[in-house]
């Protein structure tokens, strides 16, 4: 048990089914992430919210929207994707950067394994 | 900017033998460093860290890696592998600088096979 809980573990979809995935920390942190990690490439950093404000999105394509509703609660909303999506996604949270808690680490989700068919 | 580059993809070592698996980072600010493990269909699990204290750090099930910033490495070692290490290994570096949220950057990740 991490702390951080995705649903989730296992999606199938179609290319033309609108579909979410969730996370959900109870360790009390203020940053949330979301991170692909498909076969053979390096873990993707795509979103990051920091006080449940979207402070980074590194070119992600606009079918994926991510929501943070408040700081224990992350969303990836998922419509019209393609077979290249396929892939790991990671959720991760943190204490806030300046936060004397703060150790430099993220703590990740098992992850939810989703197939675009 | 930020890199982090993993030698070797695959290690394969024999149950009892040493391990090592390669780090090499690339940063314009003192950084912290880290070694996550990931097994199989789960998600990824911090082993240890850097963040600027003692060079040679000490992580769970035995690990340790040593920083040298002279070679900008970040080695992890166990003395004798068990068959349990087998798994995927990711090193990291964060800049150690102010801002609202941990930025990691991974390195591709080493699949390390343990057999018999």
């Known amino acids: 048990e991490t702390g951080v809980t995705q649903t989730p573990r296992h999606l199938v979809m179609g290319m033309t089914n609108k579909k979410s995935l969730k996370c959900e920390q109870h360790?009390?942190?203020?940053?949330m992430y979301w991170y692909k990690q498909s076969a053979k490439k390096p873990l993707e950093l795509m979103f990051v919210?920091?006080?449940?404000?979207?402070?980074e999105n590194n070119s992600v394509p606009s079918r994926f929207s991510p929501e943070c509703p408040n700081s224990s609660h992350l969303f990836l909303h998922l419509h019209t994707l393609q077979p290249e999506d396929s892939a790991l996604y990671l959720c991760?949270?943190?204490?806030?950067?300046?936060?004397?808690?703060?150790?430099?680490?993220?703590?990740f989700g098992e992850g939810s394994r989703l197939t675009v068919l | 900017a930020q890199s982090v580059t993993q030698l070797g993809s695959h290690v394969s070592v024999s149950e009892g033998a040493l391990v090592l698996l390669r780090c090499n980072y690339s940063s314009s600010v003192p950084p912290y460093l880290f070694w996550y493990v990931q097994y199989p269909n789960q998600g990824l699990q911090l082993l240890l860290k850097y963040t600027s204290a003692a060079t040679l750090v000490k992580g769970i099930n035995g690990f340790e890696a040593e920083f040298k910033k002279s070679e900008t490495s970040f080695h992890l070692t166990k003395p004798s592998a068990h068959m349990s290490d087998a798994a995927e290994y990711f090193c990291?570096?964060?800049?150690?600088?102010?801002?609202?949220?941990?930025?990691?950057?991974f390195g591709a990740g080493t699949r390390l096979a343990v057999h018999p």
């Open positions: 990291a570096v964060s800049p150690f600088i102010s801002g609202g949220y941990n930025k990691l950057i």
């Open positions: 360790l009390g942190h203020n940053a």
């Open positions: 991760a949270s943190s204490p806030y950067k300046r936060e004397a808690a703060n150790t430099g680490e993220l703590f």
């Open positions: 919210y920091s006080l449940e404000e979207r402070v």
